[in-house]
């Protein structure tokens, strides 16, 4: 039981931290694009699945780089993490990705 119990606080210790963070939409190495930039932003929403953070992370880093650049761009290589607990019910959750123009345009 001694051992079990160590390999049992490992285990929940990881699938807890693999749900503060997560990683969307990586850079396509064959993809012809320039990277332009960064952008970052911060959203609050219910905690729900990591499908649903994923693309609120996206529709917010786009309105961020929609804002700051004004070619035909995307986002990829987003990454997003947990921030804090509002008082409304709702968890904060801060979003970095990075800004790319395809090439040719």
Known sequence: MKKVFPILMVSILGLFVSCLTGQYRPLNSRLHAEVIGTVQTSFSMQRVTRSAINTQAYINLMDAASQKYQENIDVVDITWAIGK??????T???ATGTVIKFAGE
């Open 85 to 90: 607990q509002m008082t409304d019910g709702n």
């Open 92 to 94: 904060e959750y801060k």
